[in-house]
T-cell receptor, first 113, second 114 residues
Framework: KQEVTQIPAALSVPEGENLVLNCSFT??????LQWFRQDPGKGLTSLLL?????REQTSGRLNASLDKSSGRSTLYIAASQPGDSATYLC????????????FGQGTRLTINP | GAGVSQSPSNKVTEKGKDVELRCDPI?????LYWYRQSLGQGLEFLIY????????KSGLPSDRFSAERTGGSVSTLTIQRTQQEDSAVYLC????????????FGPGTRLTVL
């Protein structure tokens, strides 16, 4: 059974810092790994999708990496801004059955001005 | 273009009542998923549709939960005889058709059972 873990559960940093969010998964049999952002009371916004054959994806100040062999993914945020404050979720799309997303518990990020 | 939409955005009901939650996926997306997000449980898969068929219902927590999809588009999640533990945010997602495609999420329906 796929299990996804995110560390840390919460993170607070001053504006302008570069930071890394971690995601680990127990089963490397995934099609891809997706990073989402969730603002309070809102749905999920897809940030980056990394296919299993890829090592990383970049979008603006965001860079996500994937290492299937070690079961790890990281989300790097450069030059953080207060508007980056949100909960960040990673999810692996499993190969079996419905190919559903299995989510981590999320990292609640606060960027202090 | 339009994203995934869900209605209602909020639903408050009394214990024992039935509720229906609606999801309108992105046009042309053949795969549709329902997830539930509750405190302490995180985001959990409920059911998956490919077209109008539901090949995987393994996440439905009890037989009080059912879902259907018509015309390969709109989906309805029905909860009968609601219980307080059903209180959660119900999220719908759709994707094009390939297992490598991104899943796009709607804003969710917040269900509160009193």
């Amino acid at each position: 059974k796929q299990e996804v873990t995110q560390i840390p559960a919460a993170l607070s940093v001053p504006e302008g810092e570069n930071l890394v969010l971690n995601c680990s998964f127990t089963d490397s049999a995934i099609y891809n790994l997706q990073w989402f952002r969730q603002d309070p009371g809102k749905g999920l916004t897809s940030l980056l999708l990394i296919q299993s054959s890829q090592r990383e994806q970049t979008s603006g100040r965001l860079n996500a990496s994937l290492d299937k062999s070690s079961g790890r993914s990281t989300l790097y945020i450069a030059a953080s801004q207060p508007g980056d404050s949100a909960t960040y979720l990673c999810a692996g799309r499993i190969i079996q059955g419905a190919q559903k997303l299995v989510f981590g518990q999320g990292t609640r990020l606060t960027i202090n001005p | 273009g339009a994203g995934v939409s869900q209605s209602p955005s909020n639903k408050v009901t009394e214990k024992g009542k039935d509720v229906e939650l609606r999801c309108d996926p992105i046009s042309g997306h053949t795969a549709l998923y329902w997830y539930r997000q509750s405190l302490g449980q995180g985001l959990e898969f409920l059911i998956y549709f490919q077209g109008n068929s539901a090949p995987d219902k393994s996440g439905l927590p009890s037989d009080r939960f059912s879902a259907e999809r018509t015309g390969g588009s709109v989906s309805t999640l029905t909860i009968q005889r609601t219980q307080q533990e059903d209180s959660a945010v119900y999220l719908c997602a759709s994707s094009l058709y390939r297992n490598t495609d991104t899943q796009y999420f709607g804003p969710g329906t917040r269900l509160t059972v009193l």
